[in-house]
């Protein structure tokens, strides 16, 4: 080894691994969100939750508006145009690991200055310069900066992934709701007509009484106000039922005139959704908003790498293969080729800590996503104790409701009973009929909000995702 060579290795060695103490912020340990998890009181569920969770309420219609969103949802398709964004960035960046060939031609007519380095015939005379030539171009990466690309960009594409899950999550979710909100509604106007036709009843009833002097005006005009009360009621929730109908055709895709097509739902029971005993062991892995900020902690990490290599030498490989000549009979000789090949060393010495801020830069990145893991961890954690925990206190509000229910309708029963036999007029049977049928109401709005809450446990334990199954999708 020469003397040269030997203080250019000293040199380079000078240089080598100066990259600046970096402090990363830790994730927090998996293992307190199993532990938070144990203590949930969990049984087998009654059905297995897929991602065609929504198939649970077995109704045909809810099936059919999910799927047709799925397919020609706006939204969707933006969001899986950005999937498609980040692919092309991966083959971008694997394309570098090969060297860069291209291909140049030209042909010049010029006439060359007789004041100038050229001496005649050149100078003064019009020429015509003929040159082609191929280049060749490779950058080394002796210290992986391409791969921590190219994984970073793969973490990413991951996340896009799983945002198209979670988006896909959302919208049945948020098509589901409004669908059982309409459920629901219809069948409060069903009991609200109800209650309207009895008012009708006593109103005429009343009527008569008050035509034969039997009672003042007084009883009359509240009769009336009742039922302009239960009339506005009615009119509200179907004023309510058109905008959900509406909204969901602006969910799933569709053109107002795609109402037209829907018939009134009819869902009559709720689905009883409960947790498996073990949902603490695959809990982080069933959410889609938890493995994206998952694959963007790791996209990060990567470009702390990334950011690292530029602290260290590289080299850069060049070559030319051409031909450039005056005569064009001579373009294609040997004494026309014009061959260069070349290696140049990048090793940035004094950049006025460019390299360090762009370090420093790619780790407050990284460490903003790791407190945003860390949050989306503890809001998870926490979604489905309190969802489990308002699951339980509407569950208890129905069973009292119920009980509540039975002594009504007894009311109802012994009302109508005493009526047949002449002990009581048939106003008081019918407002003990009108009691029952609010009750049944209340009963509509409880098991509504009982199904939401269903929708939200849903939610929590991800709607049926599967990272496993993500990982091994391709595309």
């Given amino acids: 080894m020469n003397r040269n060579t030997f203080i250019f290795i000293i040199f380079l060695f000078l240089f080598i691994g100066c990259v600046p103490k970096i402090e990363k912020v830790e994730k927090i340990d998996e293992k307190q969100i199993f532990d938070e998890l144990k203590i949930i009181n969990t049984k087998s ?3 297995n939750i897929t991602q065609k969770w929504w198939e649970l309420f077995e109704d045909e219609q809810l099936n059919f508006i999910v799927e047709k969103a799925l397919n020609d949802s706006p939204s969707l398709k933006s969001v899986k145009q950005r999937f498609a964004k980040v692919n092309a960035t991966i083959r971008a960046i694997e394309s570098e690991n090969l060297p860069n060939i291209s291909f140049e031609s030209n042909l010049t007519r ?4 007789e004041n100038h380095i050229f001496p005649p015939p050149l100078g003064g005379g019009y020429f015509t310069q003929y040159h082609s030539a191929t280049t060749l171009d490779y950058k080394f990466d002796f210290w992986d900066e391409r791969k921590s690309k190219i994984l970073s960009a793969k973490n990413i594409a991951f996340a896009q992934k799983a945002y198209i899950e979670n988006t896909k999550l959302n919208l049945s979710l948020a098509i589901s709701q409004l669908y059982l909100s309409w459920n629901f509604n219809e069948k409060k ?13 006593e109103f005429k009833i009343l009527k008569e009484k008050f035509d034969n ?13 009742q039922i302009s009360q239960m009339k506005y009621n009615e009119y509200s929730i179907k004023e309510i039922t058109k905008a959900q109908i509406s909204a969901l055709c602006i969910l799933s895709g569709q053109l107002p005139s795609f109402a037209q097509s829907l018939k009134k739902p009819d869902i009559h029971e709720s689905i009883n959704l409960v947790l498996s005993n073990d949902i603490y062991l695959n809990f982080l892995s069933n959410r889609a908003d938890v493995a994206i900020q998952k694959y963007i902690v790791l996209s990060n990490d990567e470009n702390i790498n990334v ?3 530029k602290f260290y030498p590289n080299i850069n490989l060049s070559g030319l293969l051409g031909f450039t000549s005056f005569l064009s009979g001579e373009f294609l000789s040997k004494s026309s080729t014009v061959p260069s090949a070349g290696v140049a060393l990048d090793l940035p010495i004094f950049d006025w800590g460019k390299r360090e801020s762009n370090l420093d830069d790619k780790v407050i990145t990284y460490n903003s996503s790791v407190y945003e893991y860390n949050d989306i961890l503890n809001k998870a954690v926490n979604e489905v104790v309190g969802v489990l925990n308002k699951i339980e206190y509407k569950n208890l509000q129905i069973k009292m409701h119920k009980e509540q229910q039975i002594s009504v309708e007894q009311n109802e029963k012994i009302a109508n009973k005493r009526f047949e036999i002449g002990l009581n007029d048939k106003i008081l049977y019918y407002d003990t009929k009108i009691n029952s049928l609010m009750i049944h109401i209340v009963e509509m709005e409880l098991l509504q909000s009982h199904s939401e809450l269903e929708l939200d446990l849903i939610r929590s334990i991800g709607g049926g995702f599967k990272e496993e199954e993500l990982k091994n999708a391709k595309g």
């Fill in 45 to 47: 569920t009654k059905e």
């Fill in 110 to 113: 010029q006439r060359f200055s």
């Fill in 189 to 201: 106007i069903n009991i609200l007509e109800k209650i309207v036709n009895i008012l009708d009843e």
């Fill in 213 to 225: 002097g039997l009672i003042d005006e007084v009883l009359l005009n509240e009769k009336k106000a």
């Fill in 307 to 309: 950011a690292k290599t």
